[in-house]
């Protein structure tokens, strides 16, 4: 992946894949450090984003979103566009919305009920959640998502936010 924009670098990536001694390393190094400086260590690290976003056009993340993903991967940057690179990274991406989805699930739920839960919603009440979201289409399925997302995919959560977001606040009466 970092090959195919920085063909300079190859040298380098080959000597610290092949183990080769130290003084190899150190005379590649040498000869890719500025390049080496702007991936790895500039501070905003904008070329790494732009090769990360150039294989993942259709993801939309802010900068530090991206740059979490990547450091949650083991080894980071591959030194090479691998398919189980550019896999794990998908799933994180995949893990990261469906996080997402879900704390502004919650977050809904708070707006609406007042509630952390549906249980402690219920109790409150003296009746079951269920009834709170009575007459709106997937009512159940939006309680246990709220209680178990996992249960369900990104694209569905994110239909359930919607609908939540649609939800008007009225009291119990």
Request: glycine share 6%; net charge negative.
């Amino acid at each position: 992946m970092i090959e195919a924009v920085h063909p300079e670098l190859t040298a380098f990536l080959a000597e610290i894949q092949l183990g080769q001694g130290r003084s190899d390393i150190k005379n590649a190094l040498e000869h890719s450090a500025p390049a080496i400086e702007r991936l790895f260590f500039e501070h905003t690290r904008t070329e790494s984003l732009q090769i990360l976003r150039s294989h993942f056009p259709e993801v939309t993340l802010e900068n530090a979103d991206w740059l979490g993903l990547l450091d949650e991967m083991a080894g980071g940057f591959q030194m090479n566009k691998s398919a189980s690179f550019i896999a794990a990274f998908t799933e994180k991406v995949e893990d990261f919305s469906k996080r997402s989805v879900v704390l502004a699930i919650k977050r809904e739920w708070k707006r609406i009920s007042g509630e952390e839960t549906p249980a402690a919603w219920a109790i409150q009440n003296r009746i079951p959640a269920r009834y709170l979201f009575e007459g709106i289409p997937d009512g159940g399925d939006i309680l246990k998502a709220i209680e178990q997302p996992q249960t369900f995919s990104a694209g569905k959560l994110e239909e359930f936010l919607t609908l939540l977001q649609n939800i008007t606040v009225s009291p119990m009466e």
